[in-house]
């Protein structure tokens, strides 16, 4: 089990991603750009074209290997990239024995905070429990078993060499496929200001400051999916992660309501 603690008012909260169970693309040869179009240019301005497109459909994967263990924790909802706020249902993987038994986390994603209902761990059903993703080692880039769609496409804002790969099919959508190498500090100072802090703190708490990444845009330059492949240490171990995330039907109305404060667990949650 990959388990973090972090600071939460009198008490530590672990947030953890459990890893208990096993989990099992193709793509042209590579070119040096895209006719007509600079590479570095295309990606880094792949924020910006989703924050004029507003809203999508969201759905994202993470997948995780350490000790010889791979599990895959999947995430479906929708996200608001003009107001940074989002809605995630998160499913954990089944356990060892091939049982499920865990109910789907509700996650809510803010700027500077990601919230989290069903999280278990002693936590009251009824409540929610509240992260300060700006404290978070990793910025919240995998802890919550899911990337915030903001912080994954404002990573690619440090890119810092990219390819054009080709073009391919994705789900009936004809894209461009980049592959490149981002730095997550250079990101953490171009970021907008929603995502800077969870940037900054990722800068900080990574081994190592580069991600590899794929990333598939469509004609009109928006983000259709990216592919993040972030590494770090954990316990003594280095844990690979690898974090998918696709957007699709753009414009689609996504309410992100917050809980109250009464309503965020105060308590200390169980590891």
Request: proline share 4%; charged share 25%.
């Amino acid at each position: 089990m990959v388990v973090r603690r972090y600071g939460h008012g009198g008490g530590a909260i672990a947030v953890a991603a459990a890893l208990v169970g096993a989990a099992a693309s193709g793509c042209s040869a590579p070119a040096d750009a895209k006719p007509g179009g600079d590479p570095t240019a295309t990606v880094r301005d792949a924020a910006e074209v989703l924050t004029r497109a507003g809203t999508s459909k969201a759905t994202t994967s993470m997948e995780m290997a350490a000790g010889g263990t791979r599990v895959t924790i999947r995430g479906e909802g929708g996200y608001d990239f003009r107001r940074r706020t989002g809605r995630l249902e998160v499913v954990l993987p089944k356990d060892a024995a091939g049982a499920g038994g865990h109910r789907p986390i509700t996650e809510l994603l803010s700027p500077g905070a990601l919230y989290m209902k069903n999280r278990g761990a002693g936590v009251p059903a009824d409540k929610w429990v509240r992260v300060d993703t700006t404290t978070l080692d990793d910025g919240n880039l995998v802890t919550g078993g899911a990337t915030d769609p903001a912080a994954a496409v404002e990573l690619l804002r440090g890119v810092r060499q990219v390819v054009y790969v080709g073009e391919v099919d994705l789900a009936g959508v004809r894209v461009s496929h980049y592959r490149g190498v981002a730095d997550i500090a250079v990101a953490a100072r171009a970021a907008s200001p929603q995502v800077r802090g969870s940037l900054a703190a990722a800068a900080k708490g990574f081994t190592k400051d580069t991600v590899p990444f794929d990333a598939y845009l469509d004609d009109e330059g928006r983000l259709r999916k990216v592919r993040h492949q972030f590494s770090f240490a954990n316990q003594g171990r280095d844990v690979a992660v690898a974090s998918t995330t696709l957007l699709y039907a753009f414009g689609t109305p996504v309410e992100v309501r917050l809980p109250a404060r009464e309503d965020i667990y105060a308590g200390k949650i169980k590891v």
